[in-house]
């Protein structure tokens, strides 16, 4: 008996043709039916119903869209975020406590407190007032003598200014604040307050900036005055910026005609000061604590500055009061 064998490679791969093999007369093997071509099968596939694969991509859009629910990780992270303010927020109570009581009613810090205040204390501080921003002692010079300007030692003028100023400047910032709607008390109110008695009304709006935002809070809007300071945010600069080093040269360099002596015994005389008047011990307090205050103001707030600017102001806000002179000179007008 005669066998006769097919090779094997068009066996194995014959599905893959279009058109079948004839059947091997030698070996009877059922009628396979034609093979019905892909292009077929593309027929069959588009004649589907386009509503109907429209409908199945609507359910795969909207589930696409569906609101991700918070992993425990994130839930986690906004814990220690609030944990943070809360400890925050703590902790500028406490320094305002501390603040009020060891500077104005306890009578252990050098000066008087504020209910055994002296005469002297009170003559100097009205004197420093009138030659606010020397204004008036620069008026004199000039032989415009509306009224003689109070003659003080330039140390106590340079240093009283110079916190003044630099309080000037913060007018743009806290106006410009994102979180200034949680405040609900009047900007310029508290602007004014802190003009006069400076850290002892900053320290609370700290506080209170940090606290959640209300379902229903809106957006602040600016008052005529707080327009007219943030427009005008490089003009503010200027002002105090100029301020604040003229006070500082004024400190070493002023009134040499009236026997202040040099900076050495400029400085012998700034160290006594601090060590004997309340006021000028609390001086040193406002300046450490804008130290601590304008870069956290200013970080919270980058987004108002312009874009192109932003990276600048970002590290030259932990200088004190350039940074602050930075960030009034680089406000973005569309974005306050």
């Known amino acids: 008996m005669t066998t006769t064998t097919t090779s094997s490679p068009p066996f194995l791969f014959s599905f893959l043709s279009p058109k079948p093999f004839p059947p091997n007369p030698s070996l009877p093997l059922p009628q396979l039916q034609n093979r019905t071509p892909l292009s077929s099968t593309h027929r069959f596939f588009s004649a589907i119903p386009k509503a109907k694969r429209g409908v199945s991509g609507t359910h795969l859009c909207l589930a ?3 609101k991700a629910k918070p992993t425990p990780s994130s839930v986690e992270q906004e814990s220690d975020d609030n944990f943070r303010k809360r400890v925050l927020q703590i902790a500028l109570w406490v320094a305002e406590g501390v603040y009020i009581l060891w500077l104005f009613l306890l009578p252990y810090a050098p000066g008087d407190p504020v209910w055994a205040i002296s005469s002297d204390t009170l003559n100097s501080l009205v004197g420093l007032s009138l030659n606010f921003f020397l204004i008036l002692p620069f008026m004199n010079f000039v032989g415009i003598r509306l009224i003689d300007a ?3 030692h330039p140390m106590s003028e340079g ?3 110079f916190v003044i100023g630099w309080t000037f400047m913060f007018a743009p910032l806290l106006f410009t604040d994102r979180n200034n709607d949680r405040y609900k008390g009047s900007l310029d109110i508290l602007w004014g307050l802190q003009m006069f008695l400076t850290n002892t009304f900053l320290i609370p709006y700290m506080a209170i900036r940090l606290n959640d935002a209300d379902d229903e ?14 427009n005008g945010a490089p003009i503010v600069g200027v002002i105090g910026g100029s301020a604040c080093i003229v006070s500082l040269l004024w400190a070493l360099f002023g009134r040499m005609d009236a026997n202040f ?9 700034l160290v006594g000061y601090l060590g004997s ?3 000028a011990y609390a001086f040193i307090w406002d300046i450490c604590l ?10 919270d707030n980058l987004q108002n500055v312009q874009e192109n600017k932003v ?3 970002k590290y030259l806000r932990y200088v004190p009061v350039i940074g602050l002179i930075a960030y009034l000179f680089c406000l973005d007008p569309k974005e306050v």
Request: glycine share 8%; net charge positive.
């Open 64 to 66: 696409s869209r569906a």
């Open 261 to 269: 002596g040099g900076i050495a015994d400029r400085w012998d005389y």
């Open 277 to 279: 008047e309340r006021l």
């Open 217 to 230: 809070s809106v957006t602040r809007k600016l008052s005529q005055f707080g327009s007219v300071m943030t």
């Open 311 to 313: 990276v600048v102001v």
């Open 159 to 161: 240093l009283f200014n």
């Open 290 to 299: 804008y130290i601590i205050f304008q870069p956290w103001l200013i970080g």
């Open 150 to 152: 109070p003659v003080l």
